[in-house]
């Protein structure tokens, strides 16, 4: 990556999550290395975690419901958090909260199914933070929909294959956390869920 050294690698498991602390000028690339893998991604600003990424203000900041290279990941104080430099999916969702226990349990009848909020949680734990995680607080990387005629929320089959990516370029400091969703109840992810790629880049000096 030109003008950029790689300074950290992390691998997140298949329907796990993970973490890590990332500071501003800072670029971050999340990359599918099988192929119809959705990360869930949350993050909360270093310097007050109450200012936190914000799928809804992210679509008012922007206007559109899938954001663009060029576009700004905003948060919930409508200031910008990480800006999209590069995509090579083009889809994204920006209105599905990310799945949590009890929509196994209500939908499935599921007990203990892993969940991207368990998974974002586990992940905090790690770094021993205690963020609030909240499910629409989630923008989820790669997931394919799209709205109905009758205004039908589509889940659809992603199409994206091994090695796609999203490049951000950090704008503020913030701890980012990610899960590659567990959701094998539908189509979401392709039918088989498997593991993430995460990089953090600095700017060479």
Same mark, same amino acid.
């Given at each position: 990556?030109?003008? /950029?050294?790689?300074?950290?690698?992390?691998?997140? =498991?298949?329907?796990?999550?993970?973490?890590?602390?990332?500071?501003?000028?800072?670029?971050?690339?999340? $990359?599918?290395?099988?192929?119809?893998?959705?990360?869930?991604?949350?993050?909360?600003?270093?310097?007050?975690?109450?200012?936190?990424? &914000?799928?809804?203000?992210?679509?008012?900041?922007?206007?559109?419901?899938?954001?663009?290279?060029?576009?700004?990941?905003?948060?919930?104080?409508?200031?910008?958090?990480?800006?999209?430099?590069?995509?090579?999916?083009?889809?994204?969702?920006?209105?599905?909260?990310?799945?949590?226990?009890?929509?196994?349990?209500?939908?499935?009848?599921?007990?203990?199914? +892993? &969940?991207?909020?368990?998974?974002?949680?586990?992940?905090?734990?790690?770094?021993?933070?205690?963020?609030?995680?909240?499910?629409? +607080?989630?923008?989820?990387? /790669?997931?394919?929909?799209?709205?109905?005629?009758?205004?039908?929320?589509?889940?659809?089959?992603? $199409?994206? =294959?091994?090695? &796609?990516?999203?490049?951000?370029?950090?704008?503020?400091?913030?701890?980012?956390?990610?899960?590659?969703? =567990?959701?094998?109840?539908?189509?979401?992810?392709?039918?088989?869920?498997?593991?993430?790629?995460?990089?953090?880049?600095?700017?060479?000096?």
């Amino acid at each position: 990556m030109t003008g /950029f050294t790689l300074a950290e690698t992390v691998i997140v =498991p298949a329907s796990h999550g993970r973490a890590l602390r990332v500071w501003a000028g800072d670029r971050i690339r999340i $990359t599918d290395l099988e192929g119809q893998q959705v990360g869930d991604l949350m993050a909360w600003c270093v310097a007050d975690p109450a200012e936190y990424l &914000s799928p809804a203000h992210t679509v008012t900041y922007n206007w559109r419901i899938i954001p663009r290279v060029g576009d700004v990941l905003a948060s919930n104080r409508r200031e910008a958090m990480f800006r999209v430099v590069a995509d090579t999916v083009g889809y994204h969702d920006l209105i599905v909260p990310c799945c949590d226990a009890e929509a196994y349990l209500n939908r499935y009848s599921l007990a203990d199914h +892993r &969940s991207c909020k368990g998974n974002l949680e586990e992940a905090l734990a790690e770094l021993g933070l205690d963020y609030e995680v909240h499910g629409e +607080r989630a923008i989820n990387v /790669f997931m394919k929909t799209r709205i109905g005629p009758d205004g039908a929320m589509i889940y659809e089959e992603p $199409t994206h =294959p091994a090695g &796609s990516r999203l490049d951000l370029d950090c704008v503020v400091d913030a701890v980012l956390a990610l899960s590659a969703c =567990p959701q094998d109840q539908t189509p979401t992810n392709g039918w088989k869920c498997t593991p993430l790629g995460l990089e953090r880049w600095t700017p060479t000096t």
